[in-house]
């Protein structure tokens, strides 16, 4: 399997190859997007019900950029629906991982961005602009820091502070 470089790479591979390198996440995500495999430097948002800030950093241009998105883990609303991933495909990023819920699910399969999430909600969530952007977040035994690296497929997560591929 391919990312947006083109470089070819499967998360059980690369952790064969750098093991002592990475860490696996042990959080289970679902798969929402038509890209199955991404990756990219870690971007972050902290919030809860609460998707102004995920919008703010999705309006930004990328490079191929992977937004973690620490939602508490939390399934009452969702944090993004088919028009942010649109826009995030738009302006270059490569992926989002949600510790929460998306929306329009049938609509997401066909943008072309990673999507990962918990699950979904057809709930809106508030837009008071409540948490934090580019912050160390963790889950599944994992610590997402701005700047490292994120492999992701439909085995799961890696992430490491070199990039791998």
């Not at 997401?108 to 990673?114: E, S």
Request: proline share 2%; charged share 20%; glycine share 12%.
């Amino acid at each position: 399997m391919n990312h947006p470089s083109g470089t070819p790479f499967s998360t059980a591979d690369l952790y064969d190859a750098f093991g002592d390198r990475c860490k696996s996440c042990e959080t289970q995500f679902r798969q929402y997007g038509a890209r199955r495999v991404f990756s990219g430097r870690i971007r972050t948002v902290k919030c809860l019900n609460d998707n102004k800030l995920v919008r703010t950093t999705l309006e930004t241009q990328s490079q191929g950029d992977v937004i973690v998105v620490d939602g508490a883990g939390s399934l009452r609303c969702a944090l993004m629906g088919d028009m942010m991933a649109a826009l995030a495909a738009k302006n270059g990023w490569s992926g989002v991982v949600i510790l929460g819920a998306v929306r329009d699910t049938a609509k997401l399969a066909g943008v072309q961005l990673g999507i990962k999430a918990s699950g979904s909600n057809p709930q809106k969530s508030s837009k008071t602009g409540e948490g934090a952007r580019d912050v160390e977040v963790s889950f599944g035994g994992v610590k997402f820091v701005p700047g490292n690296w994120i492999y992701c497929d439909d085995d799961g997560i890696l992430v490491s502070a070199e990039k791998l591929t």
